[in-house]
């Protein structure tokens, strides 16, 4: 079986408040790779000589043929006085020869027989155990049998003997030859050895014990097998009980109610894995108290420890389960490990744990080492150290310091240790192994030694003195009255209002300096909000904070100190009503000198060095200083109802009240704002509505506007203001409010009842329609069909018209669906009306007619000007016959409309060509066809739907227009005959006219030869 190093995977941090030096621990380190550390003790053979142990059972020593045989070092105390030395307990320079049957054999095998796994002293003697330590059996067949031994080093080193109560006749697997004794040690009071070897007989394990004289006495180098007088230990067990390990862990403690210390062994694999510790009578070794683990494999037992934790001067039981597991809130399962309390009363010990403590890191192997300290704090009540050696986000290891009290163990610690090197190397140990319960340095204070093995190196935590101290602060009168300024604050001259302060303290301690000193601070408004003025300062330095250094004579009578605060002008400060602060915090002086031990004392850890005071300022409110104001709140609105889609402009109005006998100081109106709204500002000048400061801020999620009111807002204030917002976000809510409460730092009838303004959320739609007719008369015949002509084209059926419908969405909500509905005569009286060509339309249309059903050649032309052939005219006086959509033949279209946003419309082009020969036969008989439009609005974007849908209706008419008769037929001949003569008299007339004027007679193009001689002589050169 391995050492407990191997068995677990192990692997942590700082100080909190109690009186361990942590800032600065002696340090011991050891050979790299040692292991140093691995189990560590005091040695204080006399009063005047103290040094510690530290074993490192993977150390390499002198030792002939043996590798790592392990070591037990002596560190003198203090720290460098001498570094550490290997104790020589084996003078055998290597393993042992014999003369076996006639051949010389080697009859030890000390190699990585890790000698210091256990070291125990008591007095001047001292125990070092190897676990692993194995010898050749006397047996024919060679076995090489792991049954561990031990060195005792007796009256300050100067004799060393071997106990080895496992290396006996008794071999194999079934009696001692694995018995490891040695894997855990202890001395009792009276300075007998107790030894644990969890493998003797089929690994059941075995519990052993010898004094010291009988030791001694039966010690002889020559012999392998001994056996001490008067040694008590533990048989053999019932198959069932193979593989449990008693003796993993061993401790000593008064038990039974006799004057000898009992035993106590772990067996951590007993009881079907959940583990069990068995305490036996420490005169004849019979079972007295067995405690079972109440989780399986949490390895219960593997750590013991007895001491008194409550101070009824008997011993009580802490046991330790590293492995132990519990659910997190997340129902995952995660290693912590637990210790379990078992306090003993007069009459025995209960079965069941009085109280436990369980680890906060996973694997952090919490309670792999439990330690008695003694008294740290000299309370009354032995404290104990818990190790969590994988502890820590780094897995350096961590220490607990918990303290006792009545109730047995504090579930707090007090104090927490870490390694005091960089993180880095991992996993550290720290914390594996622990003593205390001893003074090293005499100061009258226990001290812990800590190893972490991982790193070769052993610490030692000193106890500090410990001071109690305790402080009155008191403040006289507790009311500062502005109209009595008794204090003028020198330099200015200027009167204030003030009163009186005093605080006293006292400090008493064992081993403390006469003389101890303590810095005490004062604040003054300390609770304000930061950045806030103080409202109260000290009258000396003018300001909100004092330090004093004080000198107190330990255990004298208190050391008091006297001083005046004063109040600020009122108009430096808002908050007139809640208290003004007082507090005084002391501490030692971190600058006193240190005792003769190196040490400064520290504060108890219960030490309430924290005192708290508060002065009230007086106010207009009778003699007893309170203010009870009436605040009442009415609200208005300009509207009682939103539209889903509409921005919705909102104007509330309020009026504040205070009706009360008091004023209502730092008074607010709260507004809450549903979040569907935002707020845009205040009404100003706006009636008789008051000019209000107001600002809008979100406080847990929750947008408020806040309006100052006054402060105080006196008794009989009335006022009205108002607010602006809007409310755009709407979505599935049936209604939302504003709530609107004023709020005072009043202490009674701080606020007003809550008034809200409710608002209805409903979904409204309005449409408006626009027709038209392009054109909106149409004068017939037009370009109808000639005599004798098939149809071919559209034009062959007459005129072209196109109809336009539009539905605007006028809000305030949306539309998602739609349907427009059109009708429009196709035949009446059995002639036909009109031709569908075809629509233009963004929507899914069906029509109960084919679309030019004729199959005609079809324009291609564009919607805005459609027709370019036709002939606009004015619409002519009369009655006109009205052709509309009867049962006889109609033309139905239905579009299903998609969404239409507020001031967004749809609308449809209808293209149809008119019947011009239906209407030959109808001259000067006026007519208009007319269609009907109707859109229906189906639903809305949103949960809530409109209590009424609309329905929009739409009618666009033609006018059909015949010429008069008399235009209608060509112009006369005999006509036409004048007009052709007269305007051949009037062209003869005018040739006439200019043959007498000479228009017709030619010249020469320069004249006559007389003429050109006439010319002058400049012209003529030119020419």
């Not at 007295?288 to 593997?302: R, T």
């Not at 637990?338 to 109280?355: C, K, T």
Request: aromatic letters at 10%; charged letters at 20%.
């Amino acid at each position: 079986m391995l050492p407990r190093a191997l068995l677990f995977l192990f692997g942590v941090p700082c100080a909190w408040g109690f009186n361990l030096d942590a800032e600065a621990p002696a340090l011991f380190r050891g050979p790299p790779g040692s292991s140093f550390g691995f189990s560590v003790d005091f040695y204080l053979p006399d009063a005047q000589s103290a040094s510690v142990l530290v074993g490192a059972p993977k150390a390499n020593t002198s030792q002939v043929d043996v590798t790592e045989g392990g070591a037990v070092y002596y560190c003198p105390w203090p720290l460098g006085k001498s570094s550490c030395i290997p104790i020589e307990f084996d003078s055998s320079k290597g393993s042992r020869m014999e003369d076996f049957n006639g051949m010389v054999e080697q009859m030890e095998f000390k190699s990585l027989q890790w000698f210091g796994a256990t070291v125990r002293s008591h007095g001047s003697s001292i125990l070092a155990c190897a676990p692993l330590y194995s010898w050749r059996t006397y047996n024919d067949e060679p076995e090489h049998e792991v049954v561990g031994t031990c060195f005792l080093s007796i009256n300050n080193f100067t004799k060393f003997v071997e106990y080895a109560p496992c290396r006996s006749e008794k071999s194999g697997l079934r009696f001692q030859g694995y018995c490891q004794s040695g894997f855990s040690a202890e001395f009792t009071k009276a300075g007998r050895v107790l030894l644990g070897g969890p493998g003797s007989y089929y690994w059941q394990g075995q519990v052993l014990s010898a004094a010291q004289d009988a030791i001694v006495e039966v010690y002889d180098p020559n012999y392998l097998v001994l056996e001490a007088r008067g040694q008590l230990k533990t048989g053999q067990a019932n198959f069932k009980a193979d593989d449990s390990y008693l003796g993993y862990s061993v401790a000593v403690g008064e038990f039974s109610g006799d004057a000898t210390e009992d035993f106590v062994a772990g067996v951590p694999k007993g009881n079907l894995t959940y583990g069990y510790v068995t305490i036996l009578n420490g005169s004849d070794i019979r079972p007295l108290y067995n405690f079972s683990g109440e989780q399986m494999a949490a390895y219960f037992g593997y750590a013991v420890a007895a001491t008194d934790l409550n101070g009824d001067s008997l011993d009580d039981l802490l046991i330790g389960a590293p492995l132990y597991m519990e659910k997190t809130e997340d129902g995952r399962v995660q290693e912590v490990g637990r210790v379990y309390i078992f306090l003993q009363q007069l009459y025995g010990m209960e079965p069941v744990a009085s109280a436990a403590l369980t680890g906060h890191q996973e694997f952090g192997r919490f309670g792999s080492a439990i330690a008695s300290l003694g008294d740290l704090d000299q309370d009354g009540y032995n404290d104990v150290a818990i190790g969590a050696p994988f502890g820590g986000k780094e897995q350096q290891g961590m220490v607990y310091v918990y303290n006792g009290r009545p109730g047995g163990l504090n579930p707090k610690p007090s104090q927490v240790l870490q390694g005091h090197w960089p993180a880095g190397q991992t996993p550290d140990f720290f914390g594996f192994s622990m003593r205390g319960a001893k003074d090293l340095d005499g100061n009258g204070y226990p001290d812990l030694i800590v190893g972490a093995f991982g790193m070769d190196t052993a610490l030692v935590y000193r106890g500090r003195p410990i001071v109690h101290a305790s402080a009155t602060l008191s403040i006289f009168p507790t009311m500062f009255n502005p109209e009595e300024r008794a204090c003028t604050l020198e330099g200015t001259g200027t009167p204030v209002a003030c009163i009186n302060l005093s605080f006293c303290l006292n400090a008493s301690g064992k081993h403390v300096p006469d003389s101890i000193g303590f810095s005490v601070e004062l604040h003054l408004d300390h609770l304000k909000q930061k950045g806030a003025v103080k409202r109260a300062l000290f009258l000396r330095s003018r300001q909100p904070h004092l330090v004093e250094t004080l000198q107190i004579r330990n255990g004298a009578n208190s050391e008091c100190r006297e001083m005046k605060i004063y109040l600020r002008n009122e108009t430096e400060f808002r908050d007139k009503l809640s208290p003004i602060h007082l507090s005084l915090n002391f501490s030692l002086d971190p600058e006193a000198p240190q005792d003769a031990h190196g040490l400064q004392p520290i504060l108890n850890y219960l030490t309430h060095n924290h005192i708290e005071q508060k002065a009230q300022i007086q106010l207009d409110c009778g003699e007893d200083n309170v203010c009870v104001p009436d605040l009442q709140l009415d609200v208005f609105g300009d509207q009682t109802v939103v539209y889903l889609g509409d921005k919705n402009a909102l104007n509330l109005t309020f009026h504040a009240q205070n009706r009360g006998e008091g004023g209502a100081y730092e008074a607010e109106l709260h507004v809450t704002i549903p979040p569907e709204a935002d707020y845009m500002g205040v009404l100003r000048n706006h009636g008789n509505l008051s000019s209000l400061s107001c600002h809008y801020d979100t406080v847990n999620d929750t947008n408020m506007v806040f309006c100052d009111l006054g402060n105080p807002m006196k008794a009989g204030t009335s006022l009205w203001g108002g607010l602006r917002f809007t409310v755009p976000h709407l979505d599935a809510k049936k209604s939302i409010q504003f709530d609107f409460q004023i709020h005072s730092k009043n202490a009674n009838n701080s606020h007003s009842e809550v008034a809200s303004f409710p608002l209805r959320v409903e979904a409204a739609v309005h449409l408006k329609t626009l027709g038209a007719s392009m054109p909106e008369t149409v004068s017939l015949p037009g370009t109808g069909l000639l005599p004798g002509r098939a149809l071919q084209r559209e034009q062959d059926v007459g005129p072209g018209v196109c109809h336009v419908y539009e539905f605007l969405n006028d809000g305030p909500s949306a539309i998602s669906e739609g349907i427009l509905d059109i009708s429009c005569p196709l035949r009446t009286q059995g002639r036909a009306v009109m031709y569908m060509t075809r629509y233009v339309a963004q929507a899914n249309c069906t029509a109960s007619h084919h679309l030019n059903p004729s199959r005609l050649q079809l324009e291609q032309s564009s919607a805005a000007s459609p027709w370019p052939e036709q002939h606009y005219v004015q619409k002519q006086d009369g009655v006109l016959n009205t052709l509309k959509c009867n049962d006889e033949e109609c033309f139905q279209l239905r579009c299903h409309m998609g969404a239409v946003q507020r001031q967004k419309s749809v609308s449809l082009r209808l293209y149809f060509r008119i019947w011009s020969k239906s209407f030959q036969l109808k001259e000067n008989n006026p007519h208009t066809i007319q269609c009907e439009a109707v859109y229906y609005v189906q639903k809305v974007p949103y949960k809530i739907q409109p209590l009424e849908k609309p329905t929009a209706y739409l009618k666009v008419q033609t006018s059909l227009h015949w010429p008069k008769a008399e235009t209608s037929q060509g112009v006369p001949l005999w006509i036409i005959i004048l007009a052709i003569l007269i305007g051949l008299l009037l062209l003869a007339l005018l040739i006439y006219v200019l043959y007498k004027l000479g228009f017709f007679k030619r010249s020469l193009p320069y004249g006559t030869a007389m003429e050109k001689a006439q010319l002058k002589p400049q012209a003529a050169s030119e020419a």
